[in-house]
């Protein structure tokens, strides 16, 4: 997922992309993360553990099953 993360944020440097980058900063300002890993089956990564410490400083929570809106 890492590596998704990454390949996201280096096409959000491209020209073509600059409304969404835009928009994704914005939803920094506001204090929201701008990016969630919707999990399609089952994750089993725990709070404190080593991936979920690299998930929290690459800006993601722990996958979740479902977001609210």
Not at 46 to 54: D, I, L
């Amino acid at each position: 997922m890492l590596a998704k993360l990454a390949w996201l944020e280096a096409k959000l440097e491209l020209p073509a992309f600059s409304k969404l980058k835009a928009l994704t900063q914005q939803t920094r300002k506001v204090g929201k993360r701008p990016f969630h890993w919707l999990a399609s089956g089952k994750v089993s990564i725990r709070a404190g553990t080593r991936e979920a410490n690299m998930l929290a400083v690459s800006g993601l929570d722990l996958p979740a099953s479902h977001l609210e809106l």
